[in-house]
T-cell receptor, first 116, second 112 residues
């Protein structure tokens, strides 16, 4: 078990560019989450996948953000036309089970995005 | 969306001291989780509390879930520099939701 991995760990981009992040969950974990964390805040939920189905999205999620999990394994998060306010740590987490209640989510190390 | 308020926001103490951090809400939770996050890393789950009044111990850390399941506390005995980090409480946002809501966290620094 190698844990959740994320790539890249750091990304610096110019405003208006598109960026894509990748998350590889723990093998056999059917649930995958994306979060965003800014300085001084806890992680903020963005979206959730169960296998390849995207079951929940935050109402705060701009339409510039899109996530996929095409084969129910790795996932990508794309941000189009980045803005300076998108600068944050993007965290991925995976879990097994039904997704309700007290399940354990295992977090990756995150991708730190800086938009200049 | 339920709001989780954590206090204090920052805490700096000497090695060997005891401390308590709090997580409060006006909402009732079926369960509540505590995580610790170190700089540049993702959060790591410490404990999940489920029953009102429940107390769980993890070495020098004691977690308590309020009787009404609206609040929780984390007490650390004889803090060590290795306890330094951001302590986050989190709870699922309601029946049928997969959304985990986090508090802003308590940033703890333990000075040798």
């Amino acid at each position: 078990d190698t844990g959740v991995s994320q790539d890249p760990r750091h990304k610096i981009t110019k405003r208006g560019q598109n960026v894509t992040f990748r998350c590889d969950p723990i093998s056999e974990h059917n649930r995958l989450y994306w979060y965003r964390q800014t300085l001084g805040q806890g992680p903020e939920f963005l979206t959730y996948f169960q296998n390849e189905a995207q079951l929940e999205k935050s109402r705060l999620l701009s339409d510039r953000f899109s996530a996929e999990r095409p084969k129910g394994s790795f996932s990508t998060l794309e941000i189009q036309r980045t803005e300076q306010g998108d600068s944050a740590m993007y965290l991925c987490a995976s879990a097994s089970g039904t997704g309700k209640g007290a399940d354990t989510q295992y977090f990756g190390p995150g991708t730190r995005l800086t938009v200049l | 969306t339920q709001l989780l308020e954590q206090s204090p926001q920052f805490l700096s103490i000497q090695e060997g001291e005891n401390l308590t951090v709090y997580c409060n809400s006006s909402s009732v939770f079926s369960s509540l989780q505590w995580y610790r996050q170190e700089p540049g890393e993702g959060p790591v789950l410490l404990v999940t509390v489920v029953t009102g009044g429940e107390v769980k111990k993890l070495k020098r850390l004691t977690f308590q879930f309020g009787d009404a399941r609206k609040d929780s506390s984390l007490h650390i005995t004889a803090a060590q520099p290795g306890d330094t980090g951001l302590y986050l409480c989190a709870a699922y946002s309601g029946a049928g939701s997969y959304q985990l809501t986090f508090g802003k966290g308590t940033k703890l620094s333990v000075i040798p």
